[in-house]
Each structure stands twice: as C-alpha cells, then as structure tokens.
C-alpha cells in the first residue's frame, strides 16, 4: 500500500498530541492518587467516554467487524445484550461500594470486604491477564501493520528488511504508550482514550456513509443480505437455526448475564475509569454515559463488515475502479471484500475439512478502508485503527500498574513505604509492564497455541467473579473463606465443563474435550456461553454453602461495602438528567426500542 | 487535572481538519473515484474543523470560567459538587 505525504503527516499530528498530553500532564502528578486515580478529579463525561474507549481495543474494531461479516447483525448482542444491562448495573447498583469505600481498585475492594487471600487470587490473575492482553494487542497491531504493508516504504528507505515490520511496530507502540503513561499517568490514559474515542468515529463514520450509499442504504443491505443477517433475533430459537449457533437462554444467560456482568462489573481495567471521578454522582454515572454511544457503536464496527461481503457486485454498477491496493479481494473464492485466508507459511489459501475456503473475516475492516477511502481519509482511518490498539494497550497497562503497586507490591512485599515510593514504583511498573507486554507478543509470534490457552483459563478465572461480587455486594453473610472456595470451584467448573464438551466440528484438544467428551455444542459460542454458567452457577451455590458454616463478619466492619449496610446516596439535589437511576432506565429503553427495530 | 482535554481535542481535530480540507481543495479530483466521486476529504475536514471548533471554545469558556470562580473563592480551589461519604 502506498500511503502520502498527507497519510503521514495525519498520523503524525495524531502522535504529536498523544505524547504532548503525557508531556503536558507530567507537572500535575505530585503523588500516588494522582497517578494511580487522576486524582479522583475528571468529569463524568470523560471518565465515560475513556469507560467505553478502553475497551475499544483492536480485538473489537477488528473482530466486530469480522464477526459482522460472519453473522451480521446478530453480533450487536455482544453491546445490546452483552453490555447495556451489566453497565446499568455497575453504575447504579455498584458504583456506591466501589467510589464510596474510598478502595483504590478493585482487587482492593475485596480485601475490604472479605480478606487478604481473595483479593490476592483476584489481584494476581487479573496483573497476569493485563500484561498478556496487552502483549495480544501489540501483536495483533503488528500483525495488521505487516498485512497491510504500512511500514514497506519507510524501512525500505532505512535499508532495513521487511521482516523488521514486527520489530518496529512492537517497539514503537510499547515505547509510545510508555512514554504517555509514564509521564501522565492514568490522567494520560484516560484524556488519550477520550481523543481516540473521538479519532475512531471521526476515522470509521466516513466509511460507514461511504459504504451505505454504495449498497443503497439499509434497505438495499437488507436486500443483498440473507435475512437472518438483517435480523437479530430471528432463528434464536433454536442453535440451529441461527448464524451465531446459540440458542435464546444460552445467549441471555451465558453472555448478557454471566460474561457481561462479569466484565463490565467486576473488570478493573474499566472500573479504573469510574473510580478517576471527580464525585459519587460522576461516578456512577461514567458507565450510563458510556452505555450511550456503546449502543449505537454496532454502526460503526459491525456494519463496516457486513457491507464489505456484499461490496463488489455494487462497485461495477458504481463504476468504481479497483485500483489495485485492497489486499487481494479479487482472489477468486473470496466472498466481497473478505479475501480467503493464506497460510502464512505455505502462502497458499486454506481450506477447512468440507474443503471449502477458509474466510480471512478480520481484512473486512482494512479492506474497507483501502476499498473506500482516498488518499486523506485514509490516513485519519488508518491513525484510528492504531489509535484504537493503543488504547486497548493503554488501557491495561494503567490497570496493570495500579493492581501492581497496590494490590501486589504495597500488600505483600513492601508494607509502609512512602507516597513518593509507591508513585516510583508505579512508574517502574508501567516500564515492566511493556517490557512484559512486548515478551507476550514475542511468544505469540513463536507459540500461538501458548496464547490460546493462556485467554482460555482467564476465561475460567473470569467466569465465576461475578457471583462473588454479586454476594458480596448484597449479602452480609457472605464470608472471606466462602468467596475464595466459591471462586476456586469456579474456576475448576469452567475447566471440567470445557474438558468434557466439544463445540461441532472440532477436535479435542485446546477446543474442549480433554477429559472425554460427553456433549457436543452447535458452535464455539454455545460452548463459551455454557462454559461461563456453568462456572457461575457453581461459583454462587459454593460461596452460599460455605458461608452458611463459616464465620460471618461483624455489621460494623462492613458498613460502606455491603448494600443492606449502607446509605444510600443521596440524588436530590441533581438535576433529573444527572440522577444515575433515570439515566440507567432511559438507557434501557433505547437498548430495547434498537432490539425491536433490528429484531 | 489542570489540563482541560477539551482544548487538545479541539486543536487536533482543527489540525486535521484543516489538513483535509486544504487537501481535499487544492489536491487532485482524480483520486474520489474510489468514494463514488464525493470529495470526501473536503466535506469530512469541513466536519472535523466545525467539531474541533466547538470543543476549543467549550474548551477555553470552561477555562474562563474555572478562573473566575477560582477568583472568587479564597481558598483559590475550584469548588466541587458536594460528595456523598459513606
């Protein structure tokens, strides 16, 4: 790809502000708050839009897109059902326990609540997962940075190799994102994830009208597409039935309750950004604010997806002319914009057991871009696609530092130290913390099988906490042992469950059945979906149990953490639109009015 | 923080939005066959400038009014909404 002077020069004002905001920021960090929390002083909307931005990593550009042009529409459960509700929650129901037990993150909290061994199982897996997230997330870059080809010129006029395209982009976004935190701290974090916020839908929006008009508007994507892909309940019914494999309960249950609530409750990387509020009220309304544009995002990832498989047959009668710089989408089994998938060391294209072509659905989104996007808007579309892996990298490593130096480094290895310690070693982390980074994307490069296996257990570590929180949150009697069995059961149901079921199609190995196998699932998401209530079902019958004989914990300790126990905030003197519960039923109003427009 | 975001938004999306604009102005036409002949360069910068533009004067009113307010109290601290202890 052959990318001009004004494609640079777009990137390169971009990275200009990412760093001078670091740069700029730097004079404000005076202690540890200020650099693990902001200083608990930015406005609702920012903490919002960085609630959502954080999240918006390359794996969810990249892989709603792909996931839109596999199953269409139907992938907006991931934010209608996947996402909305859980936010809702967290903002009006757990945000008070959360800000208002002064905990300076999550894994904190549950030393607060139950005891030191809880919040160390949670703080250990949750450092662990953020630094291989974030290795996955420079890998991915890299990987999307060689396909298209953006660093081809620029080595070529170093005299460096092709096969330096991983080295730089590794180096060059871990030394970026370290740079800006290191300086700015979470303050820099968030204020980049509100300026990439801003970038994608500036980068993707243009697309998306570019595209629409092209098909004909809705209607004409209705027309071009199966029906199923058009609409999102239809078929679910039954696993069968449907694009996405999974049946209604499975989807409801195993992502919008279980997943979800786990994630978007219990996640301290998002948690982070509410927790940098400047009040109670800004708070617990950071995850209402953010549920706003999360609702309509589908338009921007997932409809780039779906109209890139029904592109071609349009271009000719647009009469737009290939000009010859989308990735292959002329390959003859390709399907639209989606080329076949090329086995990256044969060079050939694959084929699946049926022998037909293996689709290459993650190109749907940069091949858009190349397909719609002039000289220009193709820079700004292409700094969106970078701006957006960094702020999922940003994100975790800003997580990473803070469960570091607090949850690990104050609690267990480094008791009474000054303010000004903790804020150095906050700094170190953040360096460690890349550098860690940077050796996960290394191993992915050499070991992908590692990486697979490595998200599959923090899926089962994950898939239990939000029962406990769920417990703890609203159940007095919940005790410290009973959280810790429960998640520990938790997490062993997950393996057992995904040890004896396999999804259709797949073979036993790191796809389940390890243990034998004793029910096969339509798809690798009823698997997933049932895996998650299986594991939390487990997680919340254990916790009961045990508490029932263990010890509970006198009232008085537990004022400020458990609902029964504490008082409610007071919202009277806020105008209506500010009042965390009128915003959390508006938002789930139109979460529903867009389920029966697109059912 | 002492920084408003609003102000490095406003300025960079003026920034680009400039750029497309000029760009989309004075570049060649030839290059909008792709986006089905709109000059989407021109248009999209004339949105992003307006954008940029908002944000830099919400930006710099926030910051006028951040001051004033600084003045009038004589602790010199910005008062915050009250918050509610637990």
């Not at chain 1, 049946?247 to 509410?274: I, K, P």
């Not at chain 1, 953040?430 to 290394?442: C, D, E, K, Q, R």
């Not at chain 1, 953490?561 to 806020?574: D, F, I, N, Q, R």
Request: proline share 5%; net charge positive; glycine share 10%.
């Amino acid at each position: 790809m052959n990318l001009t002077l004004i494609d640079w020069l777009i990137m390169f004002v971009y990275f200009v502000f990412v760093l001078g905001i670091g740069f700029a920021l730097k004079r404000y960090m005076k202690n540890s708050t200020d650099f693990f929390l902001a200083g608990r002083s930015l406005p609702a909307w920012v903490c919002g839009l960085a609630f959502i931005s954080a999240n918006l990593g390359a794996q969810e550009v990249i892989g709603m897109a792909a996931s839109g042009a596999k199953y269409g529409i139907a992938t907006s459960h991931f934010y209608w059902i996947g996402a909305i509700p859980a936010m809702v929650f967290v903002g009006v129901f757990m945000m008070p326990f959360y800000y208002g037990s002064r905990a300076r993150s999550v894994p904190e909290y549950l030393s607060l609540r139950f005891d030191e061994k809880t919040r160390g199982l949670n703080a250990i897996s949750f450092a662990a997962m953020t630094v291989f997230s974030s290795g996955i997330s420079m890998y991915a870059m890299a990987k999307l940075i060689d396909v298209l080809h953006i660093l081809d010129h620029p080595l070529a006029a170093l005299g460096l190799p092709h096969s330096w395209t991983f080295h730089v982009s590794v180096i060059l976004s871990g030394v970026i994102v370290l740079i800006y935190i290191f300086l700015g701290g979470l303050t820099s974090a968030i204020y980049n994830e509100v300026l990439q916020f801003f970038l994608i839908v500036a980068g993707f929006l243009p697309l998306v009208m570019l595209g629409l008009k092209n098909v004909g508007g809705w209607s004409g994507l209705k027309h071009d597409l199966p029906s199923n892909f058009t609409h999102s309940w239809q078929g679910m019914s039954n696993a069968h039935t449907n694009p996405l494999g999974v049946e209604w309960f499975g989807l409801v249950m195993g992502l919008g309750f279980v997943l979800s609530f786990g994630y978007w409750c219990t996640d301290f990387l998002v948690v982070q950004r509410a927790m940098a509020a400047d009040s109670m009220s800004a708070a617990r309304r950071t995850p209402l604010i953010a549920a706003l544009p999360k609702m309509v995002f589908p338009l921007i990832v997932i409809l780039p997806g779906m109209i890139a498989i029904v592109v071609p047959k349009m271009v000719t009668a647009a009469n737009v002319t290939g000009t010859g710089t989308q990735i292959s989408s002329t390959a003859p089994q390709g399907k639209g914009l989606i080329p076949v998938k090329v086995d990256p060391t044969t060079g050939k294209p694959m084929f699946n057991a049926d022998g037909k072509p293996v689709l290459d659905y993650d190109l749907a989104m940069p091949n858009m871009l190349l397909h719609y996007c002039p000289t220009g808007l193709l820079g700004l579309g292409l700094t969106a696609l970078l701006a957006s892996f960094m702020s999922g990298m940003a994100g975790n490593v800003t997580a990473f530092n803070t469960v570091w130096t607090y949850d690990i480094y104050q609690s267990y290895i480094h008791k009474n130290a000054s303010d000004e310690h903790y804020l150095w070693m906050g700094r170190m982390a953040t360096v460690f913390g890349i550098i860690l980074s940077m050796g996960a994307a290394y191993a992915a490069t050499r070991f992908n099988n590692i990486m697979d296996f490595l998200q599959l257990v923090f899926a089962f570590v994950n898939a239990p906490l939000f029962a406990t929180f769920l417990l703890g949150m609203f159940w007095k009697r919940t005790t410290g042992h009973a959280a810790f069995t429960g998640l520990l059961s938790g997490t062993a149901a997950a393996a057992i469950h995904q040890g004896l079921t396999l999804p259709e199609g797949a073979v036993a190995g790191i796809k389940g059945g390890w243990l034998g196998l004793v029910h096969v699932y339509p798809s690798d998401m009823a698997q997933n979906f049932w895996t998650a209530i299986w594991a939390w079902t487990t997680c919340f019958v254990v916790t009961i149990l045990v508490s029932m004989v263990t010890r509970p914990r006198e009232e008085k300790e537990l004022v400020g953490l458990v609902y029964s126990l504490t008082e409610k905030p007071s919202e009277g003197h806020l105008p209506w639109y500010q009042r965390p519960a009128v915003l959390g039923v508006f938002v789930l109003s139109v979460a529903l009015l867009l389920n029966i427009i697109f059912w | 923080m002492g920084l408003d975001i609003r102000i490095p938004i406003g300025l960079m999306f003026s920034i680009l939005g400039l750029i497309l604009v000029l760009f989309g102005a004075f570049g060649n036409p030839a290059i909008y066959q792709r986006s089905m002949g709109i000059n989407v360069n021109l248009d999209w910068g004339m949105v992003l400038l307006v954008f940029g533009g908002l944000m830099l004067a919400y930006g710099i009113r926030g910051g006028r009014r951040a001051a004033a307010a600084a003045r009038g109290n004589t602790s010199g601290k910005q008062s915050r909404p009250h918050d509610t202890k637990n």
